[in-house]
């Protein structure tokens, strides 16, 4: 139980851009989810957090109108890097809480695989 | 302040050592919950383990073992027989009213285990 997927999981795409990278709980309904990112050797940054249903709160000095995040069901989010650029390469993970069958646990964060971006 | 400190960046050992992890957090909470994720180099963060703040049991699971110690505000982790498959990147982390909601993580830096055949 408790899983979650990410697509891609490798874009490389030209500057000027946009990409969207998906999000989704596949066995559990994510009433929270989070999106990270994370350069090389280095711990994790947290960009957001969206609640299903209302607009993302990000985190200071995170571009809301570059990072546009959507979470419009309990089962799937969405991460858009918009007019890409190279500075934007790097490790996206996102991941999911919510109620993971008949005992609701909603303070553990499940973990996507993680999509690598690469801006040319 | 919510910190999580992990002073070890990188661990090296041979297969079937044992080692131990090091976690020490600050936090402001009396209630708070402790994990443990382990990303191997395929990069997906995986679970191992979330500790309340009232519940100071040891755990083991298998060949992993937590030692939560309030008194020292420390949340160690150690692998017995280490096998070449446990090398990864290791994060301790910390959530509470504090960080900003008990579904929000603080991370520790992680340490990057390196077991040698």
């Known amino acids: 139980g408790a899983v979650v997927s990410q697509h891609p999981s490798r874009v490389i795409c030209k500057s000027g851009t946009s990409v969207k990278i998906e999000c989704r709980s596949l066995d559990f309904q994510a009433t929270t989810m989070f999106w990270y990112r994370q350069f090389p050797k280095q711990s994790l940054m947290l960009m957001a957090t969206s609640n299903e249903g209302s607009k993302a709160t990000y985190e200071q000095g995170v571009e809301k109108d570059k990072f546009l995040i959507n979470h419009a069901s309990l089962t799937l989010s969405t991460l858009t890097v918009t007019s890409a650029h190279p500075e934007d390469s790097s490790f996206y993970i996102c991941?999911?809480?919510?109620?993971?069958?008949?005992?609701?646990?909603?303070?553990?964060?499940?973990f996507g695989p993680g999509t690598r971006l690469t801006v040319l | 302040a919510q910190k999580v400190t992990q002073a070890q960046t990188e661990i090296s050992v041979v297969e079937k050592e044992d080692v131990t992890l090091d976690c020490v957090y600050e936090t402001r909470d009396t209630t708070y919950y402790l994990f443990w994720y382990k990303q191997p180099p395929s990069g997906e963060l995986v679970f191992l383990i979330r500790r309340n703040s009232f519940d100071e049991q040891n755990e083991i699971s298998g060949r992993y073992s937590w030692n939560f110690q309030k008194s020292t505000s420390s949340f160690n982790f150690t692998i017995t027989a280490s096998q070449v498959v446990d090398s990864a990147v290791y994060f301790c982390a910390l959530s509470g009213v504090f960080s900003g909601g008990y579904n929000k993580l603080i991370f520790g830096a992680g340490t990057r285990l390196a077991v040698h055949p």
């Open positions: 991941s999911a809480s919510g109620v993971i069958g008949p005992a609701t646990s909603t303070d553990t964060q499940y």
